[in-house]
């Protein structure tokens, strides 16, 4: 099994690719758009602001590439940056509009609740997931002043609790992963979370 | 939310180095090797500092990082020198998360919203290195604790936190490498002047050093001299804040 990363010219894939290649996957890099139409598995990763990283999918010709690709339903998945791009929108640049793969959009986190940026480790709470539901309780890295927020609240995943907030944490639908922690940074369990997640892609329930 | 327990790693380039009040540098080892075991005894994150950078104008960090990332999958955050948000691209490409940013930031303070545009502010750590002028008034210092800006602190912090930072590592030069405690005097005068979260470093001498951070609302401890010269562990220190209801990463 092949991952397919999109390098958009910013983001961390040194860290996903050093995380793929301990797990014992090979990976290839896309850098413009011509490596995604046959890829088995898209990874979008991503350390970036939601405005550049757009500008640079656009640019890169990739953003389309990404659309052809997911609306064939093969398995798509998103790390902090890249997850939230696949939603419709970001409070984080408004001028700009995100892939749109997923109905929903990025919200700034509430301040009353959550130190901005939200930094550091939460335990998950897993919600309607029988294929993640091992990693119940365990702790994962975030690192974000902005969230996801899906229009149905009932999609499967994960969510964590700020103050009195549910945070999504990842959520699956149909072919699409978004996950908003860091697993190739969370440690083992980050790496089990990122092997289950390839291992059963497209077919998460 | 996880109270943090980061190494931290001086370097020289190649070595790890340990200093007192940020002067006289002793090698220790392999900092690539310090990292790694910090992390198998569950680190929450390595901050590497190349105390040098500034000093010789120079970024020879990248070869570490690479390394260190192939196989430390927690957050690795890297500060020295940094002057531009290119060096702070090419430092995230070769696997780092976040960057440390102090000196530049003084002489330029755009060079923040320059790194957060790009990065995000999430990926933006202020370094700060406080030295106590008089009876409660802190200035922050810039390359590697030798040069005055003239500020003081709370200003400093007000005005970094406007401009976009993700969070600050605090260090006390007065108290760093010293194992006598924290400078709560010194934290509390930062923590009433921002809301981003800070990270104390410098002078932790003891488990009840570190508890005692927490407690004061610190949202996490950079440990160095405890853990380069093994008076404990990543594991004892988690387990003595646990031990005092302090919530951590197991």
């Known amino acids: 099994m092949k991952i397919t990363l999109v390098d958009y010219g910013l983001g961390n894939q040194y860290s996903v690719i050093q995380a793929l290649k301990y797990l014992g996957y090979a990976s290839e890099i896309d850098t413009d758009g011509t490596l995604i139409s046959h890829a088995e598995i898209l990874l979008i990763p991503g350390v970036a602001a939601f405005g550049k990283g757009m500008q640079n999918l656009k640019k890169r010709g990739q953003l389309e590439a990404i659309r052809q690709f997911s609306s064939k339903g093969r398995p798509l998945i998103g790390f902090c940056l890249g997850a939230q791009m696949l939603l419709r929108n970001s409070d984080e640049d408004v001028t700009t509009g995100g892939i749109s793969l997923v109905n929903g959009e990025v919200k700034l986190m509430n301040s009353e609740y959550c130190r901005i940026p939200n930094q550091g480790w939460h335990p998950l709470e897993i919600k309607n997931s029988s294929t993640f539901s091992g990693f119940q309780g365990k702790f994962f890295y975030f690192s974000h002043s902005y969230r996801m927020a899906l229009d149905d609240a009932a999609t499967p995943g994960g969510q964590i609790l700020i103050g009195n907030e549910f945070v999504s944490a990842f959520f699956f639908h149909e072919n699409i992963l978004a996950v908003q922690f860091h697993p190739e940074l969370s440690g083992n369990t980050g790496l089990e979370f990122m092997d289950t997640a390839i291992n059963t892609a497209n077919i998460w329930t | 939310m996880t109270f943090r327990v980061i190494a931290r790693l001086d370097v020289k380039p190649p070595n790890l180095v340990k200093g007192i009040h940020l002067e006289g540098f002793r090698q220790i080892g392999n900092p690539s090797v310090y990292a790694q075991s910090y992390y198998q005894e569950g680190a929450d994150e390595i901050s590497y500092q190349d105390i040098v950078a500034s000093l010789y104008n120079r970024n020879s960090m990248d070869e570490l990082i690479s390394e260190t990332a192939k196989s430390v999958f927690i957050p690795i955050a890297v500060g020295g020198g940094i002057k531009s948000g290119a060096q702070a691209e090419k430092?995230?490409?070769?696997?780092?998360?976040?960057?440390?940013?102090?000196?530049?930031?003084?002489?330029?303070?755009?060079?923040?919203?320059?790194?957060?545009?790009?990065?995000?502010?999430?990926?933006?750590?202020?370094?700060?290195?406080?030295?106590?002028?008089?009876?409660?008034?802190?200035?922050?210092?810039?390359?590697?604790?030798?040069?005055?800006?003239?500020?003081?602190?709370?200003?400093?912090?007000?005005?970094?936190?406007?401009?976009?930072?993700?969070?600050?590592?605090?260090?006390?030069?007065?108290?760093?490498?010293?194992?006598?405690?924290?400078?709560?005097?010194?934290?509390?005068?930062?923590?009433?002047?921002?809301?981003?979260?800070?990270?104390?470093?410098?002078?932790?001498?003891?488990?009840?050093?570190?508890?005692?951070?927490?407690?004061?609302?610190?949202?996490?401890?950079?440990?160095?001299?405890?853990?380069?010269?093994?008076?404990?562990?990543?594991?004892?220190?988690?387990?003595?804040?646990?031990?005092?209801?302090?919530?951590?990463?197991?």
Request: with cysteine; aromatic share 4%; net charge negative.
């Open chain 2, 91 to 250: 430092i995230v490409m070769h696997g780092a998360d976040k960057v440390c940013i102090n000196t530049g930031a003084i002489k330029n303070p755009g060079l923040i919203e320059e790194i957060a545009g790009s990065l995000g502010s999430q990926a933006v750590v202020l370094g700060v290195e406080a030295k106590k002028i008089s009876k409660n008034v802190y200035t922050p210092m810039t390359d590697c604790g030798r040069e005055h800006s003239g500020m003081d602190i709370r200003w400093w912090i007000e005005k970094a936190s406007e401009l976009g930072i993700g969070e600050i590592v605090l260090t006390s030069i007065d108290q760093e490498g010293t194992l006598k405690g924290f400078d709560f005097e010194l934290f509390s005068q930062v923590r009433g002047s921002t809301n981003v979260p800070i990270i104390l470093h410098g002078g932790a001498g003891s488990l009840e050093d570190i508890c005692a951070a927490a407690k004061a609302g610190a949202d996490g401890v950079a440990i160095a001299s405890l853990l380069h010269f093994k008076k404990t562990t990543i594991r004892e220190i988690k387990e003595s804040l646990a031990a005092a209801n302090i919530g951590v990463r197991v």
